[in-house]
């Protein structure tokens, strides 16, 4: 951290905390693969530290995942006095999108979710309208993704979580058909294409950081960015869902060799894959206006920011160089900006960005077991 910039440690979340317990859990989860043996079936190993874990059903795959949205609940209720919306429609997607997000990563097409809405008291549900928008927030990503809504749980938590907010998360089921559109561990390889895929803001990784930033600064969530908007209005785009276009990418005849979710960690999430490989980018995206103002009232370095926040780029595909235009088109076509944005190298691992003159190693990321 630079002098005077202000970190996600300063915002209450340190990852170096965080991981070691994530990874403690990946030693014990490991432990208990073997327990699938009675049922018939077994998980695939090369799964665990990836973004979604898989099991060999025999003629297909099955993947799941459980993800939380987090505290962009928070700016959400901030935002409601000077607007006048609940912006639950957006948190909805935002908190499938995290879910959605992690499990095509592997290869997956999302099947079916689960909601779990956790309130701090049973009043927050009294307020139709946040409950209608969240409920149809829900339905309308389901739809988006062509996903089934399986049902979930709404408990009143009171003492665990604060009064007058809730804690949104989301499970999702997925399913792995062909079982050659598995995207893990054996098919990335020195020579493949990196393609970009166009985020659409903060989405809901470095919220925190974000809440900081306006508790800090006289005009809050009130401040204009460079495209006249609200600081806190953009901070409340939902979270692109990513899934449409995995789609159309295996719709086109492309199968990715491996797929990063760019969430916590920001572009180091880029280097997740198990082997050793240099990562280098020759093209970085655009910057949302709202990222740009974050890194600049944060006074952060471009590696402090490309470590933390996407900056632009919410997911990364790796493909044959063959199948790179191909890939963007595909991507284009759903309705998502995309670029042939880099390279993967022969090297120690670590993520090159060369427009900006940044370097990260495999020190600065530590996700698996």
């Keep these: 951290m630079t002098n005077n910039s202000v970190d ?4 209450g979340v340190d990852y170096s905390k965080i991981d070691p317990l994530k990874i403690d859990a990946q030693r014990a989860a490991k432990a208990t693969g073997g327990n699938l043996a009675h049922t018939g079936f077994q998980e695939i190993a090369a799964s665990r530290g990836e973004s979604a874990y898989v099991v060999d059903m025999g003629d297909f795959l099955l993947a799941s995942i459980t993800e939380c949205l987090g505290t962009k609940v928070l ?9 006048g919306k ?4 957006s948190l909805a997607q935002d908190t499938l999108a995290m879910a959605i997000n992690d499990i095509i990563t592997v290869g997956a097409t999302p099947m079916s979710v689960q909601a779990y809405w956790a309130a701090g008291s049973s009043d927050w549900f009294d307020d139709k309208e946040r409950a209608h928008d969240l409920v149809q927030g829900w339905k309308a990503a389901c739809d988006r993704c062509q996903v089934s809504w399986g049902g979930g749980e709404t408990p009143s938590l009171v003492g665990v979580v604060n009064p007058g907010t809730i804690d949104l998360a989301a499970s999702c089921i997925g399913i792995v058909r062909p079982r050659e559109r598995l995207t893990i561990a054996d098919k990335l390889a020195v020579g493949d294409v990196i393609v970009l895929l166009a985020s659409s803001g903060i989405h809901a990784n470095g919220v925190s950081l974000a809440r900081k930033i306006a508790a800090d600064t006289p005009a809050g969530y009130s401040a204009k960015l ?7 209005d ?28 760019i969430t916590g960690h920001g572009w180091r999430k880029i280097m997740r894959h198990p082997v050793a490989f240099t990562y280098r980018f020759h093209t970085i995206a655009p910057v949302p206006p709202v990222l740009a103002y974050l890194q600049r009232a944060a006074r952060m370095t471009d590696a402090e920011a490309y470590g933390t926040f996407n900056m632009g780029a919410g997911f990364a595909l790796f493909v044959d160089a063959k199948d790179a235009e191909k890939t963007v088109a595909a991507a284009q076509n759903a309705g998502v900006a995309a670029w042939v944005a880099g390279k993967v190298d022969a090297g120690p691992k670590s993520v090159v960005i060369e427009p900006i003159g ?3 190693t495999d020190a600065d990321m530590h996700l698996r077991a």
């Design 75 to 83: 700016i959400a209720d901030a935002m409601r006095p000077i607007t």
């Design 234 to 261: 953009a901070l409340l785009d939902p979270t692109v869902l990513y899934s449409p276009v995995t789609e159309a990418v295996f719709a086109a005849g492309v199968i990715p060799h491996y797929c990063a979710n």
């Design 358 to 360: 940044v370097t990260y």
């Design 8 to 11: 996600y440690t300063a915002a």
């Design 226 to 232: 460079s495209d006249g908007r609200l600081y806190g």
């Design 86 to 89: 609940t912006y639950f429609d």
